[in-house]
């Protein structure tokens, strides 16, 4: 059983798998959101300290035009990430458990600003902590945000969702004989090329020596516990 977990969850797990006029939102579907907040809950109640960074590609997919200044549209998707982490702390917070959003950037009238030692805080008190806003920095995603957050928070391990079922040789929705690779380092991973996340985010749990990353496929969340509760789903990449 792991002690710490670092859980990336994409911005599409909140949102409608499809818009209608009943919705209220292009960006959420209350009952996602709260479906993704009690596979949170559930994964705190197995013992687990949990941390999660935040996604934000339900709200911002990056740059609309190629004039666009980068930085600003780095900046834009940071924002997108912050208020999902508010969404899903409310649904947290109306399940009976506290949640503390934390931001990489100073924004104190929404949440508290990002330290290792406080968020270590807020979790060895019970709390679900919410990990948003990236890194602070432009030209990072939120994959090689979860890996640097894991690494400054000293987790166990990166779990990493997707709509794959792990990593691929290939792109299994543009290679039909791509095959799934179960286990694989690091190193391994890097080079080959091997794009499920960032290599930044590779190279830096190689570098800061965290055990692994569990990649699944997150279409259905209780797999979030399968992998917790250690089933052999999808890939694990490792030193």
């Keep these: 059983m792991y002690k710490r977990i670092i859980l990336k969850l994409s911005g ?69 990430t912050i208020i999902n982490a508010l969404a899903v702390q409310d649904a947290i917070i109306r399940l009976g458990h506290g949640a503390t959003v934390f931001t990489a950037q100073e924004m104190t009238r929404f949440a508290d600003l990002y330290r290792a030692d406080r968020a270590i805080a807020a979790m060895e008190r019970g709390d679900i902590v919410l990990l948003s806003g990236g890194t602070g920095n432009p030209f990072f995603t939120t994959d090689t945000g979860a890996a640097l957050r894991a690494a400054e928070l000293k987790a166990d391990a990166v779990f990493k969702g997707t709509t794959v079922d792990g990593v691929y040789t290939a792109d299994p929705r543009k290679d039909p004989e791509a095959k799934l690779i179960r286990d694989i380092t690091y190193r391994e991973t890097i080079e080959k090329g091997l794009k499920v996340m960032d290599t930044s985010a590779f190279q830096l749990c190689l570098d ?26 999808g890939t694990v990449v490792h030193l």
Aim: charged share 25%.
């Design 208 to 233: 800061q020596k965290i055990p692994c990353i569990r990649i699944f496929n997150m279409d259905d969340l209780d797999n979030i516990l399968r992998v917790a509760k250690g089933e052999p789903i």
């Design 12 to 80: 599409e797990t909140l949102a409608p798998e499809k818009v209608s006029e009943s919705n209220a939102s292009q960006s959420f579907d209350a009952a996602r959101v709260d479906r993704a907040a009690k596979a949170i809950v559930a994964l705190h109640d197995l013992g687990v300290q949990v941390g999660v960074v935040m996604g934000g590609g339900n709200i911002w997919r990056g740059r609309f035009t190629a004039e666009m200044n980068p930085v600003l549209a780095d900046q834009m998707g940071m924002l997108a």
